[in-house]
């Protein structure tokens, strides 16, 4: 996606050794070219119009109010800005937004799911890639990558601690020592509120759900707060850009292991890092992880070689065959060690779904995890305006921003689902 603005980098000491481990802080992100949200050649057109200006100043007055008329057109495109996107970048996504509005549809498959699936990666395919224990890792291929994902359920519908989190650093930790360029690591917490808004008020599940509340309501943990159903995915990305970039090609070099085994081995580190302090979870196969891409996308799955209900992107949302869904990004953070309270409060939103989704990349030169948020929310589309605003609302009570990724909302589903983090 593209992102012109200020993001976020989580910067984390982890401890080497027996060395302590430092405060985790949150720093601005300084991404190469850019002096804060402008990019450097942004600052060399408008320095030309000024330049052109004042070459004018002796030329007379035909000469100058065309310099003036030139410059003015330059800077209105180059700074030109509104809704918090300058205008060049406005219209590269409106061309973007208006190519994948007239693709061709989604390919029939005979699985359905990745029929459905296709309707935001035309050209995902899925494999199994044997580990060494006889076991199956499900690895996906993207045009940007690849990537595979375990899944940490908290069990039976109503647990007694929903909200209990996974320990990001240790996460973060065994990546950076893994040492692979392109690696991304990504953690989703999708969210199904009881009673959701998809759920009749008459039905059998929302009359049992009432009648629990009326009876066990001064339980420890209200059961309000306990979600219908909850999944923390944990998906590893191996970037096809960044391997470039970083003059690796794991895919032609024959000295290298292909990009799948390499995906299924980072993967399977991390799952090996969260055991290692009491946390199990479960590596997914080919099946496990398509079904988790289509429950996080509200996907619905057709009959075997028929055509997928129809779902469509909007400006402002995109809309699967039962919800609408709006995407978020978290533009500015609160002090850190509020940051997970902002989590939970942005997970328990009362919306039908919700995926709350952390996508981290080592930079091991600088001892630093860039760090993204995204926030999408689905529900009824009657409903959507409300949710949106509720939890704009909470976020700024918090002390943050939530930036709506308008123009963006097709590939940002993508990039929230356990994809690794989708396109970068």
Request: neutral net charge; proline residues 8%.
């Amino acid at each position: 996606m593209t992102d012109s603005r200020q993001q976020v980098r989580g910067a984390a000491r982890a401890a080497t050794g027996n060395e302590p481990s430092g405060p985790v802080i949150l720093l601005p992100r300084r991404r190469p070219g850019y002096l804060g949200p402008v990019h450097i050649m942004q600052l060399l057109l408008a320095e030309t119009a000024i330049i052109a200006i004042l070459a004018t100043l002796t030329r007379g007055i035909v000469a100058i109010t065309a310099a003036c008329a030139g410059a003015t057109v330059l800077l209105l495109v180059t700074l030109g800005r509104r809704n918090g996107r300058w205008w060049v970048e406005r219209r590269m996504m409106i061309w973007r937004y208006n190519r994948r509005r007239r693709a061709s549809p989604a390919r029939y498959s005979s699985d359905p799911r990745l029929a459905a699936l296709s309707v935001l990666a035309p050209g995902l395919t899925v494999e199994d890639i044997p580990a060494a224990d006889g076991t199956r890792v499900g690895v996906a291929q993207d045009d940007a990558g690849w990537f595979a994902v375990a899944a940490r359920s908290t069990g039976a519908a109503m647990c007694d601690d929903p909200g209990e989190r996974l320990p990001l650093e240790v996460l973060a930790t065994a990546l950076a020592d893994a040492n692979q360029p392109g690696a991304v690591l990504q953690v989703v917490r999708h969210t199904v509120p009881a009673p959701g808004l998809d759920t009749h008020p008459a039905s059998p599940a929302d009359q049992s759900y009432r009648q629990l509340l009326a009876e066990f309501g001064a339980a420890p943990v209200p059961l309000d707060a306990i979600p219908l159903d909850a999944v923390t995915w944990i998906a590893v990305r191996l970037d096809r850009r960044a391997l470039a970039e970083a003059g690796a090609d794991i895919g032609t070099d024959r000295d290298a292991a292909p990009a799948p085994a390499v995906v299924a081995a980072l993967l399977r580190g991390a799952a090996k890092s969260l055991r290692r302090v009491g946390i199990p979870c479960q590596v997914l196969d080919a099946a496990g992880l398509v079904d988790a891409l289509a429950r996080s996308c509200d996907l619905d799955l057709t009959a075997p070689g028929s055509a997928p209900a129809a779902r469509r992107e909007k400006w402002t949302t995109w809309h699967s065959a039962r919800l609408a869904h709006r995407c978020f990004w978290i533009r500015s953070w609160p002090p850190v060690e509020e940051a997970a309270a902002l989590l939970d409060r942005l997970a328990a939103t009362p919306a039908a779904v919700t995926n709350v989704t952390m996508i981290m990349v080592p930079d091991n030169d600088n001892d630093l995890i860039d760090l993204r948020g995204l926030v999408r929310v689905a529900a009824p589309a009657a409903d959507l305006d409300r949710i949106c605003q509720t939890i704009t609302d909470l976020a700024v009570q918090a002390h943050a921003e939530l930036f709506p990724l308008d123009g963006e909302q097709a590939p940002a589903v993508y990039a929230s689902a356990p994809t690794g983090g989708g396109v970068r």
